[in-house]
C-alpha cells in the first residue's frame, strides 16, 4: 500500500495542477488582502470594519490574527475545481490512455489501488489547505497589526435552515489553535465530496464528461440546498463551511448541527468510497 500511495503521490505532485492551484490561491489571497485593506480605508473614520467571506467574517479590525479564517471559504472554488480536474485525470484519464491497466497487471487489488488514489487525495487536499494557511498567516501578519486578540463574526445556518451569528474573542494562542483547527476540519467535507467525484470518474470513462458530470453535481446540489433550506443539512456541499458549527461559545454550540454535519460528512465519504471500490472490481479494465 506504501508503495502504490507513494506512487499516485508522485504522479500528482510531478504534474502542474497542484502548483497552478497554488498560484490560484495566492492570487485570491492578494485580492482578499487589497480588499481588506480598501475597506480598512474606507471604514475606518465609523471605527466599524467588517472583513471577510461570506462565512466567516473578520470584525472589529484586520489584524493577522483575524484575516486567515476568512480565507477558508475564498478558495473553496478552487478546491472544488481541483479535485474534479484531479480524479477525472487520475481515474477516468487512466483508464482511458491504459495507464491504469498497466498498474493493476501487477501483484496488487484493485482495492488497493482505489485506496492509494483516494489516500492521494486527501494529502493534496491537505497540502493546498496548510499552503493556504501558512501564506494567509505570513501574508495577514505583514499587511496588517498582528493584533492583540482573535475576534470573530462566525454565521451558521442551524438545523431548521435560519442563519445565525455569533461574536466571540479568543487569546492570540487560543486564535491560532482555532484558526489551524478550522483548516483542518476543512479538509474532511471536501475529502467526501472527492469521493462523489471519485466514483463518477469509475462509471465515465471519458475525463471532460467526469469534470463537467461532477461540477454539474457540485452546481446542482448548491441550487437545491439554496432552493429547499431545509434539506441543506443533508448535503455534502453545505459543508465545506463546517467549521463555522465550532467558531461559536461552548454555551451556544448546536449539537444537532455538528452531529448532522459529522455523520453527513463522514457517511458520504464512506459511502461513495465503497461504491468506487465496488465499480472497479465490476469494471472490465484487463480486456
Given at each position: 500500500m506504501y508503495n502504490l500511495v507513494k506512487n499516485e503521490l508522485f504522479k500528482i505532485f510531478k504534474q502542474k495542477k497542484?502548483?497552478?492551484?497554488?498560484?490560484?490561491?495566492?492570487?485570491?489571497?492578494?485580492?482578499?488582502?487589497?480588499?481588506?485593506?480598501?475597506t480598512q480605508s474606507a471604514s475606518s473614520s465609523s471605527g466599524n470594519l467588517l472583513v471577510g467571506s461570506e462565512s466567516a467574517d473578520v470584525s472589529s479590525q484586520v489584524t493577522g490574527q483575524n484575516f486567515p479564517i476568512s480565507m477558508i471559504s475564498s478558495i473553496s472554488t478552487i478546491l472544488v475545481i481541483y479535485?474534479?480536474?484531479?480524479?477525472?485525470?487520475?481515474?477516468?484519464d487512466e483508464?482511458?490512455?491504459?495507464?491504469?491497466?498497466?498498474?493493476?497487471?501487477g501483484p496488487v487489488s484493485r482495492s488497493k489501488v482505489v485506496m492509494a488514489k483516494a489516500i492521494a487525495l486527501f494529502i493534496s487536499i491537505s497540502t493546498l489547505i496548510v499552503f493556504t494557511l501558512i501564506t494567509s498567516y505570513i501574508a495577514g501578519s505583514i499587511f496588517f497589526d498582528w493584533g492583540s486578540g482573535f475576534n470573530v463574526i462566525s454565521y451558521q445556518t442551524t438545523y431548521a435552515g435560519e442563519m445565525t451569528a455569533a461574536n466571540f474573542a479568543l487569546t492570540a494562542v487560543s486564535g491560532i489553535l482555532v484558526t489551524a483547527?478550522?483548516?483542518?476540519?476543512?479538509?474532511?467535507?471536501?475529502?467526501?465530496?472527492?469521493?462523489?467525484?471519485?466514483?463518477l470518474s469509475t462509471l465515465i470513462p471519458n475525463m471532460g464528461a467526469v469534470i463537467g458530470a461532477s461540477l454539474g453535481t457540485w452546481i446542482t446540489m448548491s441550487l437545491v440546498g439554496m432552493a429547499f433550506p431545509k434539506?441543506?443539512?443533508?448535503?455534502?456541499?453545505?459543508?465545506?463551511?463546517?467549521?463555522?458549527?465550532?467558531?461559536?461559545?461552548?454555551?451556544?454550540?448546536?449539537?444537532r448541527s455538528i452531529a448532522t454535519g459529522s455523520l453527513v460528512i463522514v457517511l458520504t465519504g464512506a459511502l461513495f468510497l465503497g461504491l468506487s471500490i465496488f465499480a472497479i472490481r465490476k469494471k472490465d479494465i484487463l480486456a
Open positions: 497542484l502548483y497552478i492551484c497554488g498560484v490560484m490561491i495566492l492570487v485570491v489571497l492578494a485580492i482578499s488582502i487589497a480588499s481588506a485593506i480598501m479535485i474534479v480536474i484531479l480524479l477525472g485525470d487520475i481515474m477516468a483508464y482511458k490512455s491504459g495507464t491504469l491497466k498497466l498498474t493493476l497487471l483547527g478550522a483548516f483542518l476540519l476543512t479538509i474532511l467535507p471536501y475529502f467526501s465530496f472527492g469521493m462523489i467525484v471519485y466514483f434539506i441543506t443539512p443533508y448535503l455534502i456541499t453545505s459543508y465545506f463551511s463546517f467549521y463555522n458549527e465550532f467558531l461559536r461559545s461552548s454555551k451556544d454550540f448546536d449539537v
